[in-house]
């Protein structure tokens, strides 16, 4: 069982910045993969970063590539996404997740954050 904690959402202007933490509890995340969801208004949930625990290997969304960077502690066991030049339609409910790595669902999920981008 891991528990996943999100931390750091809010109302920033466009262009501005903001930085999500999720800190993960329950069990060690060797050869897991932490994620970023986001789901805004309206539409289906959207995958927009992933790192690989062990090795960090990162994979970004084409909407959020070169504006946000997704990094990890592992003394902390926290996974952190950096959202810079934000725009009106990042507005969303962000949720970290995270799998086992080579198993296609996500197991564990925070109970998400809201990031409200004004223009």
């Known amino acids: 069982q891991v528990q996943l904690e999100e931390s750091g959402g809010g109302l920033v202007e466009a262009g501005g910045s903001l930085h999500l933490s999720c800190a993960a509890s329950g069990r060690a995340l060797n050869d897991y993969v932490m994620g970023w969801f986001r789901r805004a208004p309206g539409k289906g949930r959207e995958l927009v970063a992933t790192?690989?625990?062990?090795?960090?290997?990162?994979y970004y969304s084409d909407s959020v590539k070169g504006r946000f960077t997704i990094s990890k502690d592992n003394a902390k066991n926290t996974v952190y996404l950096e959202m810079n030049s934000l725009k009106p339609e990042d507005t969303a409910v962000y949720y970290c997740a995270v799998r086992r790595f080579g198993v296609p669902e996500w197991d564990y999920w925070g109970q998400g954050v809201q990031v409200t981008v004004s223009s």
């Open positions: 790192i690989r625990w062990n090795y960090g290997n990162e």
